[in-house]
């Protein structure tokens, strides 16, 4: 297993797998050293170690360049011209923001004395480099994976089969929704100068579908990998399209990310035991940070302020919690008209605040929604390559009408009674692929940038 994650990683650059044996020899030694130490103190300053390494390992390679350009930025606003010599050329490994995070939560793990450290080497750093959730997660927990890996597993028929659907689940969410609806995203935020706010507000509604269908993909094709090895990962995505307020499109959107957050930073900061106001300022910290985390860009940072002021009314109102263990139309088919307009506002936030999550820089963001709210003509969108709209439209539709069947259980893609519907819901995914599938489109998934 070891190898074969060191071979898929070594297949994009070979000189990056250094990265992650070094990340993992820290956190094992660091992980025994806080294990071995009854003072506080020093149990602290270990923990100190694998934060600064992997902070500083993420921070120089993702990080370094904007904070000089900033510096630099920032001295220009009063009329100091100075050169960004000290930019470099980094490549920016893939994946490093998803197993450096998942290295720490070791360490924290055991620093809280929620898990034992492991004496086995080999399967600790087969834990890191898992390669099916390696590049863009699930980011896993220790308690989790690393205990399945280091216990003996057998070939389970079932479990493989449900690994297989979710495969082909993921892959039709990202070939035929996120692939297909890219040349359309990418012509209109290139170009939005150029369109009213008719096409600008599908564009950015495009890019919702899209961004949820390759990342969304990605973590089903993963799942679904790791139950071929007899490994069950985290669910990352729990029908977010479908939530009801901000806070529980956060319960259900990134799920492994959303709670590394709330565990490892918003809990130790005083999480909502505090008052109110240390508890927004909680809350501000851990969506500032979030943005933070997905790049090396203020269009981030906006991002993540936009959702913590979005966030923070719900809150407020104590309306957090409510729907945690619940989905929309919970005792019926239908949702109510009241759970219909709580959903429709919640996307409309969430797909407003993706302007900023999409666009190249914080000017063309504000010029976007600028042009939203003064260009309030109306013209028929065209495909740039000149395929149909309406074929999208109906895709769309009834890709949110299959999803809301099966809201109940994320993994589950196919649970049909009959064997027949079953085969020939197989048989319409796989014709679809087959027919949505363009050799010139981009198929890099958007969250290896990240």
Same mark, same amino acid.
């Given at each position: ?227 071929? @090895? $007899? %490994?069950?990962?985290? &669910?990352?995505?729990? !029908?977010?399209?479908? /939530?009801?307020?901000? *806070?529980?499109?956060?319960? =259900? ?93 919640? @996307? $409309? %936030?969430?797909?407003? &605040?993706?302007?900023? !999550?999409?666009?190249? /820089?914080?000017?063309? *963001?504000?010029?976007?929604? =600028? ?80």
């Amino acid at each position: 297993m070891l190898f074969a994650s060191y071979l898929f990683y070594g297949w994009w650059d070979w000189r990056f797998l250094s990265l992650i044996l070094l990340s993992t020899i820290v956190d094992y030694f660091v992980g025994l050293k806080i294990h071995n130490n009854e003072k506080k103190s020093i149990r602290k300053a270990w923990l100190w170690v694998t934060v600064i390494f992997n902070v500083g390992l993420l921070g120089f390679f993702k990080y370094f360049n904007f904070f000089v350009d900033s510096w630099v930025d920032m001295f220009a606003m009063f009329g100091y011209n100075m050169q960004s010599t000290w930019t470099l050329r980094v490549i920016l490994p893939i994946g490093i923001s998803f197993y450096t995070f998942q290295t720490m939560s070791y360490s924290f793990d055991i620093y809280y004395e929620k898990l034992k450290p492991t004496r086995d080497f080999l399967s600790f750093a087969a834990f890191v480099s898992f390669f099916p959730q390696l590049v863009a997660g699930p980011i896993e927990r220790a308690s989790n994976l690393l205990s399945q890996i280091t216990h003996k597993r057998t070939f389970s028929y079932h479990q493989s089969v449900s690994g297989l659907k979710l495969i082909l689940w993921g892959l039709f969410k990202k070939v035929v929704i996120a692939d297909s609806l890219g040349p359309m995203v990418d012509d209109i935020f290139a170009n939005y100068h150029d369109y009213p706010a008719s096409t600008l507000i599908l564009g950015v509604t495009l890019f919702s579908f899209q961004v949820y269908g390759d990342f969304s993909g990605y973590s089903d094709i993963a799942i679904g990998t790791a139950k071929l @090895f $007899g %490994i069950e990962l985290m &669910s990352n995505f729990k !029908f977010p399209n479908f /939530s009801r307020n901000v *806070a529980e499109y956060w319960q =259900r959107w990134h799920v492994s990310l959303s709670t590394w957050f709330r565990h490892y930073v918003y809990i130790p900061l005083g999480g909502s035991r505090v008052s109110k106001l240390k508890s927004v300022r909680n809350i501000i910290i851990i969506f500032l940070v979030s943005g933070f985390w997905h790049g090396a860009n203020w269009t981030f940072i906006f991002w993540g302020a936009f959702h913590a002021l979005a966030f923070i009314p719900v809150f407020l109102l104590g309306r957090n919690t409510i729907y945690k263990n619940s989905v929309v139309g919970e005792n019926s088919f239908f949702p109510s008209l009241k759970e219909i307009g709580q959903v429709i506002l919640t @996307f $409309g %936030i969430v797909t407003f &605040s993706r302007i900023f !999550f999409r666009s190249e /820089s914080i000017t063309d *963001a504000f010029a976007f929604i =600028r042009r939203i709210f003064s260009d309030f003509s109306y013209e028929a969108y065209h495909h740039p390559m000149g395929y149909r709209m309406i074929d999208y439209y109906i895709l769309i539709a009834v890709f949110l009408v299959y999803e809301y069947r099966m809201r109940k259980d994320e993994r589950s893609p196919f649970k049909f009674k009959s064997k027949v519907v079953r085969f020939v819901a197989y048989a319409i995914v796989i014709l679809l692929m087959m027919l949505f599938y363009d050799d010139g489109v981009d198929r890099s998934f958007i969250y290896f940038q990240f």
